[in-house]
């Protein structure tokens, strides 16, 4: 690994302080003692306490966590093997035609996307609520996996397939050991994307919701007349430590393991 | 036999098709042809055509051009470098981090960091210059569009950069290739894939961007899915709202017609490679 | 391939952990019997306090659903899918639901609470005899402003002020037709309820000649700009105005003499209830002077219940800005439905308001 110049790491560093910079003004604020992201009156824990003793926010909080990693991990099973499908295909104009069709959802507004699923699900009787909300997300998902995945289908040459199968591996063997490992990279990136849709949608969930179900970003936007309180900055500077945390904690765990083996 | 192994791992993609894209766009396709009293009608197509729906239909084209050039151009080296560094993968997790806190939230944020009393002009006045309205103007609205589709225009760019070999480049530079050749001719056309599934994951999007162009530019920019929206929730024209949808749906088709026709010469001379 | 798979399972591992904390946490499902009463509302719309202090008096079981708009909210109760008992719409919205045949009549011989209420405040136009709705909060569309900002002297006693060529860039407008066309109207001297078409382009002419002025035109960002001093002056509802003025003092708020907009958000049963006595129960509750005191002094908006003003701070109910005197609530006047095709007129005219900012 060459050195990196100092040019780029100052570059990084720039893209970096502003994709964090507004979420850095977020948690300073869940510290206001006031009750607003405006003029900061003094230090207080007081919203942290909040949200441990609203037991609702805390279940949304968790409905949000729990939808967004099943509809995220079945749209990436769904959209992968779309993607296989895809590549596979012979007819270019019907490819064309399944890559546009895959593209119609990422195209459309979140009021029509939700609209029509409020309307599709009322008329085949789904009640709504969790499944209504997961099944939702996982549709509006699989798109962007589509898009994740599919540019490394391509880049894989079909030779490398070809020479699997003439050394005598069955189709199984090559879709596990080829296919598979060589489009990872694709996979993890549809998951994640398909995450960050998931999490951050307000409009369709709204529509599909019901019966006492909510997710975080319901409850934010409905908060928008009278004043989003600060339990909700709260709640998402713990989340954001939370992740931090896990991430760079698992990271650097697999990776002494990883050095260990060797 | 490929083809027979593609069919099988298509069906549940095929059954989502069904489900959740045609029959949406049945759905929209009719109400497209309903007037305010569930008639049928063409009006809502003739209005379409009248110049306050066609500016807006330029403009959001306009704003999701400029937001795609400006994601790709700073993405393009931000990938590049993630993909050089040591411990790349945390530091590709650590972009994507950010787009899981709630974007109203960070909407509010940018409302409190752009604003008069924020940082940035607290900032400008310290070192001597006029307070600056920043808030409600194109350029705000630029930049958070941009920060917002970041993370999904350096993903996929990252995938295909990081495979990239290092030793092509070096190999280029070595035969007296000057940088921005070695860029032009080798770097580029080896990263198409994921500059195009970049390109697709944030144009598209982008024409349907709602919501910041209130909350950032204050409505003094309005595209077509601010429109949708207001149809939809507002006016509660849902036929109106369907018809802009469906013009949506039927520019989406003819941008893909558009890469998917490059798609096949690029398929072609890779095929002469190999 | 092992990777995928183990990463896979761990998520669904992690899923099934984190349902059941849900499970265990989640009051809801444990209590899934019939006494159950779903109330609709914005959010922040109300004191927790009070829904807890209804379970224990009552032993029903409150779920509490959140909205975000009047407009999203009747398509959800359209649709069905979901046993809303009670809803606490805007009046015009509630026009629209009884056209559309969406809501249940209220027993009043179940509400005795209701003689607390201000009369001035029942009977309205909307829904005469209050047959279907009992108002929650109440308030006014007007002007607020921050004296110290503004460089030329206004009081805004007149709409046309906010065409005063000082105020360049500088105004803030909610995102709504009917009240910025409605201010348009009332600054001439016609109603906001105007349903002739010259009569609406005007107002839209002289909107157009208000755009260089327009700094923004908003949603409810609008409190957190006005607070942060982003603008001088906003055009928005009194209960918006209070919150702004409580987190500013240098921010007051004004309804101009030419008249303005009254609005209520109202209390309905939807056709989808499943526990009628339940929401006349509710809707008695939140009637009860000491409540609604305790409501209003949570939300921060105007109560109609004369009973729970007295326990109020008297420094508020004597205040003006929050409590106009009958006098002014004469000028004052209540959206009528148009119908749809009006509406979406005021729409198209607002957008094309809209278009013409720079």
């Known amino acids: 690994m060459e050195k990196i110049n100092k040019r780029s790491k100052l570059y990084l560093t720039l893209v970096f302080i502003v994709l964090y910079a507004p979420i850095f003004f977020l948690i300073f604020y869940s510290f206001n003692s006031g009750d607003s992201m405006t003029n900061f009156q003094s230090f207080t824990l007081s919203h942290y306490k909040d949200v441990f003793s609203d037991n609702r926010l805390v279940v949304i909080l968790l409905n949000t966590i729990v939808v967004a990693l099943l509809s995220a991990l079945f749209a990436t099973i769904i959209g992968t093997m779309g993607a296989i499908g895809i ?23 979140d009021v029509i996307i939700g609209a029509s699923f ?38 894989m040459s079909n030779s490398l397939i070809d020479a699997a199968l003439d050394l005598g591996a069955s189709k199984k063997e090559v879709l596990t050991r080829v296919i598979l490992p060589y489009i990872q990279p694709g996979i993890f990136a549809g998951f994640f994307m398909a995450l960050t849709y998931s999490l951050d949608d307000f409009a369709v969930t709204f529509f599909v919701t019901g019966n006492g179900f909510s997710t975080l970003s319901v409850e934010i936007y409905s908060m928008a007349r009278a004043g989003v309180s600060l339990t909700v900055n709260a709640i998402s500077g713990l989340v954001f430590a939370v992740t931090m945390l896990l991430v760079i904690g698992y990271y650097f765990v697999t990776n002494r393991k990883m050095k260990g083996v060797r | 036999m490929q083809s027979k192994r593609g069919s099988l791992t298509l069906v549940p993609y095929y059954i989502w098709i069904a489900l959740f894209v045609i029959a949406p766009i049945i759905l929209v396709g009719y109400y497209s042809l309903l007037d305010l009293d569930g008639h049928f009608t063409l009006e809502n197509y003739q209005n379409f055509f009248t110049p306050v729906y066609l500016k807006m239909t330029l403009s959001s084209f306009w704003y999701a051009f400029i937001i795609t050039v400006i994601c790709l151009l700073i993405s393009y080296p931000a990938a590049f470098i993630i993909s050089r560094l040591k411990n790349k993968q945390l530091w590709l997790m650590l972009i994507i981090i950010p787009s899981w806190i709630n974007l109203l939230l960070k909407t509010y944020a940018f409302i409190g960091i752009f604003g008069q009393s924020g940082p940035i002009n607290a900032f400008l006045s310290t070192i001597g210059f006029e307070k600056q309205q920043i808030l409600f103007t194109s350029v705000s609205f630029i930049f958070v569009s941009v920060y917002i589709f970041i993370p999904f225009m350096i993903l996929p760019i990252f995938n295909s950069v990081d495979k990239l070999n290092r030793g092509l480049l070096d190999a280029s530079r070595d035969l007296g290739a000057s940088r921005l050749y070695t860029i032009r001719r080798v770097m580029i056309p080896l990263t198409m894939d994921g500059i195009k599934a970049g390109i697709q994951a944030v144009f598209i999007p982008a024409l349907s961007l709602f919501m910041i162009t209130r909350l950032i530019a204050g409505n003094h920019v309005i595209t077509l899915g601010t429109a949708i929206e207001q149809q939809f929730l507002v006016t509660q024209n849902w036929g109106m709202g369907s018809t802009i949808a469906v013009f949506l749906i039927i520019f989406m088709f003819i941008i893909m017609v558009i890469t998917g026709e490059q798609k096949k010469k690029k398929g072609a001379a890779r095929n002469g490679k190999n | 391939m092992k990777n995928l798979v183990k990463a896979s399972i761990a998520i669904l591992v992690v899923c099934v952990a984190l349902i059941f904390i849900t499970k265990s946490l989640d009051t809801n499902a444990s209590k899934s019997g019939k006494n159950i009463l779903t109330v ?10 009070l829904l807890k202090k209804f379970e224990k008096e009552t032993g029903i079981h409150v779920v509490y659903e959140t909205f975000d708009s009047n407009e999203a909210m009747i398509t959800k109760v359209e649709q069905g899918g979901t046993n809303y008992d009670i809803a606490i719409p805007s009046e015009y919205t509630i026009e629209q639901m009884k056209e559309k045949d969406l809501l249940l009549p209220v027993d009043h011989s179940k509400i005795p609470n209701l003689k607390n209420i201000e009369p001035d405040f029942l009977n309205l136009d909307f829904d005469k005899n209050n047959s279907y709705s009992i108002p929650y909060f109440w308030g006014t569309v007007g002007i607020v402003y921050n004296e110290k900002m503004l460089t030329k002297k206004l009081d805004f006693t007149s709409w046309d002020q906010l065409w005063d060529p000082s105020l360049k860039g500088k105004v803030l407008l909610v995102d709504s037709a009917r009240e910025v066309l409605g201010m348009s109207l009332n600054s001439m001297n016609m109603s906001l309820n105007e349903t002739d078409s010259t009569k609406l382009q005007k107002a839209t002419d002289k909107l157009i000649d208000l ?15 006005m607070v942060n001093g982003d603008a001088p002056v906003a055009l928005t509802w009194s209960g918006q105005a209070a919150d702004m003025m409580y987190d500013n003092e240098d921010l007051t708020y004004t ?33 009860d002077p000491e409540n609604a005191a305790q409501n209003a002094d949570y939300v921060g908006y105007s109560t109609p219940n004369k009973a729970a003003l007295k326990l109020l701070d008297p420094e508020v109910t004597s205040d003006e800005r929050y409590y106009p005197s009958a006098e002014v609530r004469k000028n004052l006047h209540v959206y009528k439905n148009l119908g749809k095709e009006k509406i979406g007129e005021y729409n198209e005219l607002f957008l094309k308001f809209k278009m013409s900012l720079k």
């Open chain 1, 118 to 155: 409020l309307i599709l699900f009322t008329m085949i009787g789904l009640k709504l609520g969790f499944m209504s909300v997961l099944l939702s997300h996982i549709a509006f998902s699989i798109p962007i996996v589509v898009i994740m995945v599919l540019p490394k289908m391509q880049e």
């Open chain 3, 40 to 49: 609709y509302n914005w959010g922040e719309y109300i004191d927790p306090a």
């Open chain 3, 211 to 225: 755009s260089p002025n327009v700094q923004a035109v908003i949603g409810d960002e609008v409190t957190q700009l």
């Open chain 3, 255 to 287: 309804v101009p003499d030419e008249g303005s907009n009254l609005w209520f958000d109202n209390m309905v049963i939807p056709k989808t209830s499943k526990n009628v006595d339940g929401a006349h129960k509710f809707i008695n509750f939140m009637l």
């Open chain 1, 87 to 109: 590549q596979t295909m012979r007819n270019r104009k019907l490819r064309n035609t399944v890559l546009s069709l895959n593209n119609i959802l990422i195209v459309s507004p």
